[in-house]
């Protein structure tokens, strides 16, 4: 179980990052601050200057729209538009600075993306027909449940570059910036509906006649079109879409389905909204609630009240413009004499990432530490291997160099990295602490001063915890992590001293993963698995490199003696039988990390990295000298990316429903909710087959790795409920076990799902936007990519280190768990016998875990009415029967009294009475001439 436990802690997938914290925030007087504009390294340089001004535009002309909108609560009042680290003041016409103080620079608010497509969000582009205009309308990435803020709001540079042609396109730009800002900040959704779409269909019907879903604040006129923009089409019978036309003047809400409308000027509350609108995704979503309903609950807007409107003059935001620093990475290494043990792993570690795995020209500086701090190492640009060696060798090469006393002072360490390493040069500054990380490294007032640094400096703060065996580390290295988007990692020292090393080194290079220049040029680790020499004379594995990797492979072996190996010859064999060795003579290149090589003959290539097409499957043999001594090594495997064309890049992307790290789980929290991004290339990877499993460090420093019912499978259903978009590479899994309070550890393992997992081709047009909609069609439920755009991943295999959360306490006195939503009712007709027939999937009784022990069937003729809470227009069945999840279910029933279009839903119920939200809705016309009677029954 110990080395599975070990196993676990390594970071198998360098492309694995989590999202860092947004740092906006309301001022006093309504100002949101600390606002993010970040544009894409692989934007074209030559646009610079029109994007910085059509930026500035853009905000300038929103500020007095949001304030208007949110009746005077708030409008933009300071922005930061960051720029890649390679641009020029020359191109971009615009003075450039370096962030200083509190400048914002780690977060991502807003994005603009290369070209015309919407790339890192979803999985494909809408061609607009004529005009060469590829998905240029933002679009906001929202995983999240109503209420809750987005991920990140997409821009791409066409948008900015065709500015007129935009406005003509798709309306005010200023007024798609605050209808985006909504859905990004307060958690708000689309007011309309999608063409065949389950969830969120873009018609309903009301009295016999058919309406366009969508919230206004009076009848809109229009049409219904084709996507070739002809009319007269039949929403019910074909793919439609509804062409708002003329003048529309009466129509003033909501920004939300309607922005391009000259009089709309803000969102409908339940006061003006017309009577029916339909199953719209933010109707649906929020159950009704209107939007001004979901913005006004927001923590920003708690203490504060509507505010007399104000200038436009005085509504301008602030613009700063600032370069993309680089990283500046400071070491901060324990030295006190409880780090004797392992010492030797801490240097050995250390100097393989100085030496081996920083990129060229990256800043580093070291600083010791026990009692107290100095600097061993000032800032230094890593220029040469020379310069790499001299800096690994100024970390102290013995443990008989340590401090005699076991103090051990991380503030001490921390004050002198900023006052004397990164002093007015903290931008890009990354502190990375090596310690022991129990509760006398921080005393309270030292965590107020390192969260104090990270408030006015922007530095990251990372930690690689060596706590001692019956400890547990201190959880706020965690939390600051978290909160400065660092990464924190804590090892298990009851391993192996290989697993430790092994442990140490994946830490290293998964925290430079956060914030170097090109992530994607770090090697992934494919293999890992400890061997016991004792066992056998031979031992035997196999891996696998993806047809994205296959560059520098590297195959190693880790031992404890560099000198006495004891490894006679490594052979390997690929999937076709090819066999390669026996390799008899090992490198000494790397025995500095206690790693021995393959020396392969001179003048031949390494196997593992020839015409890797499709990905290959290798078996090795490694064959010992005999040694009676239970020794244990561990084989293990890296490769780069095969080539540096972004579409080649496959990036795993974690996060949790929770700003915090450290939660308590109560009947009143939300649950704990792991979301995961697959994309390649920028591009959503469908049907892959994410999977989570999960080991908890309790507070004795034990560790357990949960096995019954793991690995838990994450969705990309768009059921709403916790996925909210099938298609968009999103996958999410709502958290219902918690076994006991501890550090959640989770670990992400992406496949190709038996080769059956895809991304949209690239410069391909997945569908036409239909001729002049001002609507866009993108995104409902799901997003579908024809067969014929449909570019295979191929086979791959990829374990990333997912988020660390810290349940500090679990008061479950009851169940608060739902059954998931019902995504797949179907009712029909029948008739002869003059019933309904529903049929669906059968939930769980916690989400999809577990049973249901009912469900609640309701049906009306109103929509509307199927989409509140609680409503007095709708009938209800109760149905009485347990079903496990993933179970078929047919139920026939009368709908008592009712005649022509009906509309039928129907909700899961659990033991404990939570019911599940309301299943996609279902419309069903009852003939005029039916005779219903008011029963029910289970055929």
Same mark, same amino acid.
């Given at each position: 179980?110990?080395?599975?436990?070990?196993?676990?802690?390594?970071?198998?997938?360098?492309?694995?990052?989590?999202?860092?914290?947004?740092?906006?925030?309301?001022?006093?007087?309504?100002?949101?601050?600390?606002?993010?504009?970040?544009? &894409?390294?692989?934007?074209?340089?030559?646009?610079?200057?029109?994007?910085?001004?059509?930026?500035?535009?853009?905000?300038?002309?929103?500020?007095?729209?949001?304030?208007?909108?949110?009746?005077?609560?708030?409008?933009?009042?300071?922005?930061?538009?960051?720029?890649?680290?390679?641009?020029?003041?020359?191109?971009?016409?615009?003075?450039?600075?370096?962030?200083?103080?509190?400048?914002?620079?780690?977060?991502? &608010?807003?994005?603009?993306?290369?070209?015309?497509?919407?790339?890192?969000?979803?999985? +494909?582009?809408?061609?607009?027909?004529?005009?060469?205009?590829?998905?240029?309308?933002?679009?906001?990435?929202?995983?999240?449940?109503?209420?809750?803020?987005?991920?990140?709001?997409?821009?791409?540079?066409?948008?900015?570059?065709?500015?007129?042609?935009?406005?003509?396109?798709?309306?005010?730009?200023?007024?798609?910036?605050?209808?985006?800002?909504?859905?990004?900040?307060?958690?708000?959704?689309?007011? =309309?509906?999608?063409?065949?779409?389950?969830?969120?269909?873009?018609? =309903?019907?009301?009295?016999?006649?058919?309406?366009?879903?969508?919230?206004?604040?009076?009848?809109?006129?229009?049409?219904?079109?084709?996507?070739?923009?002809?009319?007269?089409?039949?929403?019910?019978?074909?793919?439609?879409?509804?062409?708002?036309?003329?003048?529309?003047?009466?129509?003033?809400?909501?920004?939300?389905?309607?922005?391009?409308?000259?009089?709309?000027?803000?969102?409908?509350?339940?006061?003006?909204?017309?009577?029916?609108?339909?199953?719209?995704?933010?109707?649906?979503?929020?159950?009704?609630?209107?939007?001004?309903?979901?913005? =006004?609950?927001?923590?920003? =807007?708690?203490?504060?009240?509507?505010?007399?409107?104000?200038?436009?003059?005085?509504?301008?935001?602030?613009?700063?413009?600032?370069?993309?620093?680089?990283?500046?990475?400071?070491?901060?290494?324990?030295?006190?004499?409880?780090?004797?043990?392992?010492?030797?792993?801490?240097?050995?570690?250390?100097?393989?990432?100085?030496?081996?795995?920083?990129?060229?020209?990256?800043?580093?500086?070291?600083?010791?530490?026990?009692?107290?701090?100095?600097?061993?190492?000032?800032?230094?640009?890593?220029?040469?291997?020379?310069?790499?060696?001299?800096?690994?060798?100024?970390?102290?090469?013995?443990?008989?160099?340590?401090?005699?006393?076991?103090?051990?002072?991380?503030?001490?360490?921390?004050?002198?990295?900023?006052?004397?390493?990164?002093?007015?040069?903290?931008?890009?500054?990354?502190?990375?602490?090596?310690?022991?990380?129990?509760?006398?490294?921080?005393?309270?007032?030292?965590?107020?001063?390192?969260?104090?640094?990270?408030?006015?400096?922007?530095?990251?703060?990372?930690?690689?915890?060596?706590?001692?065996?019956?400890?547990?580390?201190?959880?706020?290295?965690?939390?600051?992590?978290?909160?400065?988007?660092?990464?924190?990692?804590?090892?298990?020292?009851?391993?192996?001293?290989?697993?430790?090393?092994?442990? @140490?080194?994946?830490?290293?290079?998964?925290?430079?993963?956060?914030?170097?220049?090109?992530?994607?040029?770090?090697?992934?680790?494919?293999?890992?698995?400890?061997?016991?020499?004792?066992?056998?004379?031979?031992?035997?594995?196999?891996?696998?490199?993806?047809?994205?990797?296959?560059?520098?492979?590297?195959?190693?072996?880790?031992?404890?003696? &560099?000198?006495?190996?004891?490894?006679?010859?490594?052979?390997?064999?690929?999937?076709?039988?090819?066999?390669?060795?026996?390799?008899?003579?090992?490198?000494?290149?790397?025995?500095?990390?206690?790693?021995?090589?393959?020396?392969?003959? @001179?003048?031949?290539?390494?196997?593992?990295?020839?015409?890797?097409?499709?990905?290959?499957?290798?078996?090795?043999?490694?064959?010992?000298?005999?040694?009676?001594?239970?020794?244990?090594?561990?084989?293990?495997?890296?490769?780069?990316?095969?080539?540096?064309?972004?579409?080649?890049?496959?990036?795993?992307?974690?996060?949790?429903?929770?700003?915090?790290?450290?939660?308590?789980?109560?009947?009143?929290?939300?649950?704990?909710?792991?979301?995961?991004?697959?994309?390649?290339?920028?591009?959503?990877?469908?049907?892959?087959?994410?999977?989570?499993?999960?080991?908890?460090?309790?507070?004795?420093?034990?560790?357990?790795?949960?096995?019954?019912?793991?690995?838990?499978?994450?969705?990309?259903?768009?059921?709403?409920?916790?996925?909210?978009?099938?298609?968009?590479?999103?996958?999410?899994?709502?958290?219902?076990?918690?076994?006991?309070?501890?550090? +959640?550890?989770?670990?992400?393992?992406?496949?190709?799902?038996?080769?059956?997992? +895809?991304?949209?081709?690239?410069?391909?047009?997945?569908?036409?936007?239909?001729?002049?909609?001002?609507?866009?069609?993108?995104?409902?439920?799901?997003?579908?990519?024809?067969?014929?755009?449909?570019?295979?991943?191929?086979?791959?295999?990829?374990?990333?280190?997912?988020?660390?959360?810290?349940?500090?306490?679990?008061?479950?006195?009851?169940?608060?768990?739902?059954?998931?939503?019902?995504?797949? @009712?179907?009712?029909?007709?029948?008739?002869?016998?003059?019933?309904?027939?529903?049929?669906?999937?059968?939930?769980?009784?916690?989400?999809?875990?577990?049973?249901?022990?009912?469900?609640?069937?309701?049906?009306?003729?109103?929509?509307?009415?199927?989409?509140?809470?609680?409503?007095?227009?709708?009938?209800?069945?109760?149905?009485?029967?347990?079903?496990?999840?993933?179970?078929?279910?047919?139920?026939?029933?009368?709908?008592?009294?009712?005649?022509?279009?009906?509309?039928?839903?129907?909700?899961?119920?659990?033991?404990?009475?939570?019911?599940?939200?309301?299943?996609?809705?279902?419309?069903?016309?009852?003939?005029?001439?039916?005779?219903?009677?008011?029963?029910?029954?289970?055929?």
């Amino acid at each position: 179980m110990t080395s599975k436990l070990s196993l676990l802690l390594l970071l198998l997938s360098s492309s694995c990052m989590v999202s860092t914290l947004s740092r906006v925030y309301l001022t006093p007087d309504g100002g949101y601050k600390g606002i993010v504009v970040r544009i &894409d390294k692989d934007v074209n340089q030559d646009h610079c200057h029109e994007i910085i001004k059509n930026i500035k535009s853009l905000f300038t002309a929103g500020s007095p729209i949001l304030h208007s909108a949110l009746s005077g609560r708030a409008y933009f009042s300071r922005v930061t538009i960051i720029v890649p680290s390679s641009w020029s003041e020359e191109k971009c016409s615009n003075a450039i600075t370096t962030p200083t103080g509190n400048t914002p620079y780690k977060s991502t &608010d807003i994005l603009i993306t290369p070209g015309t497509g919407l790339a890192g969000s979803i999985p +494909y582009t809408v061609q607009s027909p004529g005009t060469g205009l590829a998905g240029s309308i933002p679009y906001t990435v929202q995983s999240k449940q109503c209420g809750e803020q987005g991920e990140k709001i997409i821009f791409t540079e066409h948008f900015f570059t065709a500015w007129n042609t935009t406005s003509t396109r798709w309306g005010q730009p200023a007024k798609l910036l605050v209808k985006e800002w909504a859905k990004y900040r307060y958690g708000v959704f689309d007011e =309309f509906g999608f063409s065949g779409d389950r969830f969120y269909p873009n018609y =309903f019907k009301s009295g016999g006649s058919i309406y366009p879903t969508g919230t206004t604040n009076a009848m809109l006129t229009g049409s219904w079109i084709y996507k070739n923009g002809s009319s007269l089409c039949d929403p019910t019978a074909d793919q439609c879409y509804f062409r708002p036309e003329g003048p529309n003047k009466q129509i003033t809400c909501s920004l939300n389905y309607v922005p391009f409308l000259a009089t709309v000027t803000g969102w409908c509350d339940k006061d003006h909204a017309k009577s029916e609108i339909g199953p719209g995704k933010h109707n649906v979503l929020c159950q009704g609630r209107s939007v001004p309903d979901v913005i =006004f609950a927001h923590s920003d =807007f708690k203490t504060r009240t509507q505010r007399s409107v104000r200038l436009s003059q005085e509504l301008v935001p602030v613009f700063d413009i600032v370069r993309q620093p680089l990283p500046k990475y400071v070491l901060l290494i324990e030295t006190s004499r409880a780090m004797s043990g392992v010492w030797k792993w801490v240097r050995k570690a250390t100097q393989n990432l100085i030496k081996y795995e920083l990129p060229d020209n990256t800043e580093v500086a070291i600083v010791t530490f026990s009692s107290e701090a100095v600097v061993t190492h000032n800032l230094t640009p890593l220029t040469s291997e020379r310069v790499r060696a001299r800096l690994a060798d100024t970390i102290p090469d013995s443990h008989n160099r340590l401090s005699r006393t076991d103090d051990r002072c991380v503030i001490c360490a921390v004050k002198v990295a900023m006052d004397q390493v990164l002093r007015n040069r903290e931008a890009g500054g990354h502190l990375i602490i090596l310690t022991h990380g129990d509760k006398r490294t921080l005393s309270e007032d030292d965590e107020e001063i390192l969260s104090e640094y990270d408030k006015y400096y922007n530095v990251r703060v990372s930690s690689v915890l060596l706590p001692m065996p019956g400890e547990a580390p201190l959880s706020y290295y965690n939390t600051i992590a978290t909160h400065s988007g660092g990464r924190s990692r804590s090892l298990d020292l009851s391993a192996s001293k290989m697993e430790t090393l092994a442990a @140490l080194i994946d830490s290293l290079v998964e925290i430079i993963g956060v914030d170097t220049p090109d992530p994607s040029d770090l090697p992934v680790t494919v293999h890992h698995q400890a061997i016991t020499r004792s066992q056998s004379w031979s031992s035997e594995g196999q891996f696998f490199i993806d047809r994205m990797l296959g560059r520098d492979t590297v195959f190693g072996i880790f031992v404890e003696d &560099d000198e006495d190996h004891q490894i006679k010859s490594v052979k390997f064999t690929d999937e076709e039988g090819s066999v390669f060795g026996p390799y008899t003579k090992m490198s000494s290149i790397l025995d500095g990390i206690n790693l021995k090589t393959i020396n392969f003959p @001179l003048g031949e290539k390494t196997p593992f990295d020839e015409g890797v097409v499709s990905g290959s499957s290798w078996r090795y043999h490694i064959s010992w000298y005999k040694d009676t001594a239970q020794i244990q090594s561990i084989a293990r495997v890296r490769s780069r990316q095969r080539d540096s064309s972004p579409a080649n890049n496959l990036e795993i992307i974690s996060w949790t429903n929770y700003d915090s790290s450290s939660l308590s789980i109560s009947p009143s929290s939300s649950p704990l909710t792991i979301y995961t991004q697959v994309t390649m290339g920028g591009r959503g990877v469908v049907e892959a087959r994410v999977s989570l499993s999960l080991q908890i460090l309790h507070s004795n420093g034990t560790r357990s790795l949960l096995t019954e019912g793991f690995p838990l499978q994450m969705t990309d259903d768009g059921f709403g409920d916790v996925d909210l978009v099938s298609g968009d590479g999103i996958y999410s899994r709502h958290l219902t076990i918690y076994p006991s309070p501890g550090r +959640y550890i989770f670990t992400i393992t992406v496949t190709d799902n038996n080769n059956t997992a +895809y991304v949209h081709t690239v410069g391909g047009a997945m569908d036409t936007h239909p001729q002049d909609l001002p609507v866009t069609v993108c995104c409902g439920s799901s997003i579908e990519v024809p067969a014929s755009q449909r570019q295979a991943t191929t086979r791959f295999i990829r374990t990333a280190a997912g988020p660390v959360v810290d349940i500090v306490s679990i008061e479950m006195d009851r169940d608060i768990f739902p059954p998931a939503t019902i995504g797949d @009712l179907g009712v029909t007709y029948g008739g002869d016998e003059q019933e309904l027939i529903a049929s669906w999937t059968a939930p769980g009784g916690d989400y999809n875990d577990g049973e249901v022990s009912g469900y609640h069937l309701v049906y009306s003729a109103s929509i509307d009415s199927l989409l509140q809470p609680v409503s007095e227009d709708r009938e209800l069945i109760v149905i009485s029967r347990r079903d496990r999840a993933g179970v078929r279910v047919d139920h026939a029933f009368h709908a008592e009294g009712v005649q022509g279009d009906l509309y039928v839903g129907i909700r899961a119920e659990d033991d404990s009475g939570n019911l599940g939200r309301i299943s996609n809705l279902v419309s069903v016309n009852i003939p005029r001439n039916a005779v219903n009677t008011p029963t029910s029954h289970q055929p």
